[in-house]
């Protein structure tokens, strides 16, 4: 009896359970897969309503849940909003980063990077008008100071993640495979608003194109490339891997 008790007195204290343990581990990964139902939730809300006109009722109906279980974790549909831009850029941008740092010419990092994004973009419309459309500052006046702030640390991060595109078109060009001598600060936005099209596009198109997303993404891509000076050396190069 007294072994079992020094056992007892060597264990950790306050440590719980391996059973306990276990279902809290379990909790963690439902509440982080119920933000992420939230976040698409809310992006399709926002992008479809506009921010203005959307409400916490609304993303909570489509989530299938009580608009009391949203406001448990934002205090405010301007919160909301931020959560869903800042966790759909950092997202993409790593992804972004990952490939504008391979050890391959510019031209073929370039290509990567345009493919992904559009990509991204066709994948992920909802999150992406969103991002668009609280960037731009149409949401600004609905948001607290607080909110306001942090969306505009938002635009700035999204608009370090144009300047991966400009950096890599800078590199292309010094390396041969693009015109030199241009304002590259100008074409990068002009490369990115090409990968943007289906921002545009009517749901008609979109629903016509359900399933396409890589031919589509590449097709972008091969666009905003040709659209940058590309040869069709190099386009049939890039485009025939």
Same mark, same amino acid.
């Not at 963690?28 to 203005?52: H, N, P, Q, Y």
């Not at 948001?143 to 078109?169: C, H, M, N, P, S």
């Given at each position: 009896?007294?072994?079992?008790?020094? =056992? +007892?007195?060597?264990?950790?204290?306050?440590?719980?359970?391996?059973?306990?343990?276990?279902?809290?581990?379990?909790?963690?990964?439902?509440?982080?897969?119920?933000?992420?139902? &939230? %976040?698409?939730?809310?992006?399709?809300?926002?992008?479809?309503?506009?921010?203005?006109? /959307?409400? &916490?009722?609304?993303? !909570?109906?489509?989530?299938?849940? @009580?608009?009391?279980?949203?406001?448990?974790?934002? $205090?405010?549909?301007?919160?909301?909003?931020?959560?869903?831009?800042?966790?759909?850029?950092?997202?993409?941008?790593?992804?972004?980063?990952? &490939? !504008?740092?391979?050890?391959? =010419?510019?031209?073929?990092?370039?290509?990567?990077?345009? @493919?992904?994004?559009?990509? +991204?973009?066709?994948?992920?419309?909802?999150?992406?008008?969103?991002?668009?459309?609280?960037?731009?500052?149409?949401?600004?006046?609905?948001?607290?100071?607080?909110?306001?702030?942090? %969306? !505009?640390?938002?635009?700035?991060?999204?608009?370090?993640? +144009?300047?991966?595109?400009?950096?890599?078109?800078? /590199?292309?060009?010094?390396?041969?495979?693009?015109?030199?001598? $241009?304002?590259?600060?100008?074409?990068?936005?002009?490369?990115?608003?090409? %990968? *943007?099209?289906?921002?545009?596009?009517?749901?008609?198109?979109?629903?016509?194109?359900?399933?396409?997303? *890589?031919?589509? !993404?590449?097709?972008?891509?091969?666009?905003? &490339? $040709?659209? /940058?000076?590309?040869?069709?050396?190099?386009?049939?190069?890039?485009?025939?891997?």
């Amino acid at each position: 009896m007294a072994r079992a008790t020094r =056992r +007892d007195a060597d264990k950790p204290k306050g440590r719980p359970p391996r059973r306990e343990r276990n279902f809290a581990a379990i909790r963690e990964v439902e509440d982080g897969e119920f933000r992420r139902r &939230i %976040l698409a939730a809310a992006a399709e809300i926002f992008s479809t309503r506009g921010f203005a006109a /959307a409400s &916490i009722d609304e993303v !909570a109906k489509r989530l299938g849940a @009580t608009k009391g279980l949203v406001y448990h974790r934002y $205090r405010s549909k301007g919160e909301l909003l931020i959560d869903v831009c800042e966790d759909g850029l950092a997202a993409i941008t790593a992804r972004l980063a990952a &490939i !504008a740092e391979r050890r391959e =010419r510019a031209i073929t990092r370039l290509t990567g990077a345009a @493919t992904l994004h559009a990509g +991204d973009v066709v994948e992920r419309l909802d999150l992406h008008r969103t991002l668009a459309g609280a960037t731009c500052g149409t949401a600004a006046a609905s948001l607290a100071g607080d909110e306001v702030a942090a %969306l !505009a640390a938002i635009a700035e991060k999204r608009q370090a993640y +144009d300047a991966i595109f400009t950096r890599l078109i800078e /590199a292309a060009a010094a390396e041969r495979d693009l015109p030199s001598g $241009r304002d590259t600060a100008m074409l990068g936005r002009i490369f990115v608003a090409a %990968l *943007d099209a289906p921002l545009t596009w009517p749901p008609a198109t979109i629903a016509e194109l359900s399933g396409k997303s *890589d031919l589509i !993404a590449r097709q972008l891509a091969y666009f905003a &490339i $040709r659209g /940058a000076g590309a040869s069709d050396t190099t386009l049939m190069e890039e485009f025939s891997r």
